[in-house]
Each structure stands twice: as structure tokens, then as C-alpha cells.
Nanobody
Framework: QVQLVESGGGLVQAGGSLRLSCGASGGTFTSYKMGWFRQAPGKEREFVASISRTGGNTNYVDSVKGRFTISRDNAENMVYLQMNSLKPEDTAVYYC???????????????????WGQGTQVTVSS
């Protein structure tokens, strides 16, 4: 059983930056590709970004490309989401997710993740 705990959310003005962190415990971190998802009020949860087991491959939803960067530290069992040039439409609860994979380069989250964090609120004011 893997536990995921997010932190780093908060209130920021449009154009500002936040860095989300997700700590993993209870499993072999390098067995999992990691992802970030978000859910805005009244909307379905959507994929934001993912990173392969080794960290060498990443994937982003089009709306955050060039603004967000996902990274991981396998020595510390951490995954990060650096969010720059934030917009009011980025306001959502952000969730960390883990999916076990045998493919080192895979970043796909088409299949439901194995584990979810509890979420952290990001609010961007205009």
C-alpha cells in the first residue's frame, strides 16, 4: 500500500508561481510512474502532468505546457509540480497519483491510477 501526501497549495495572484510536492511512502517508489491531476468546482478530474519511473519522460496537458514542470527525486521518494504563470482557470484541487508500471519510459495515465493523494487546494486570483 502506497501513501501519497501532497503539500504546497495555496492562494496566489494571476501570474504567480507555486510548487506542489508529493511524498510517497509504503512502496518501491521507482516502480511507479507518477502524475498530477486536478479537479475544479463542478468539473471532472483531469490529467495535468506525468513523469516516468526514471524521470526521463514527461507528459503534459496542452493547457499547462510551457508553464508547468513535473519532476521527481527518486532518492527522496518525492514528485513535484512547479507551476508558473498561473491563471485563474488553474484554480482546482490538485491530486498526486501513482501507477505501477513495468515500462521505465511510460507516462500514460489512460488507466486509473493505483493510488491517489488527498489533494491540495490551489486558488489563483485575478
Amino acid at each position: 500500500q502506497v501513501q501519497l501526501v501532497e503539500s504546497g497549495g495555496g492562494l496566489v495572484q494571476a501570474g504567480g508561481s507555486l510548487r506542489l510536492s508529493c511524498g510517497a511512502s509504503g512502496g518501491t517508489f521507482t516502480s511507479y510512474k507518477m502524475g498530477w491531476f486536478r479537479q475544479a468546482p463542478g468539473k471532472e478530474r483531469e490529467f495535468v502532468a506525468s513523469i516516468s519511473r526514471t524521470g526521463g519522460n514527461t507528459n503534459y496537458v496542452d493547457s499547462v505546457k510551457g508553464r508547468f514542470t513535473i519532476s521527481r527525486d527518486n532518492a527522496e521518494n518525492m514528485v513535484y509540480l512547479q507551476m508558473n504563470s498561473l491563471k485563474p482557470e488553474d484554480t482546482a484541487v490538485y491530486y498526486c497519483a501513482a501507477k505501477r508500471t513495468l515500462v521505465p519510459t511510460s507516462t500514460s495515465f489512460l488507466v486509473e491510477p493505483d493510488y491517489w493523494g488527498q489533494g491540495t487546494q490551489v486558488t489563483v486570483s485575478s
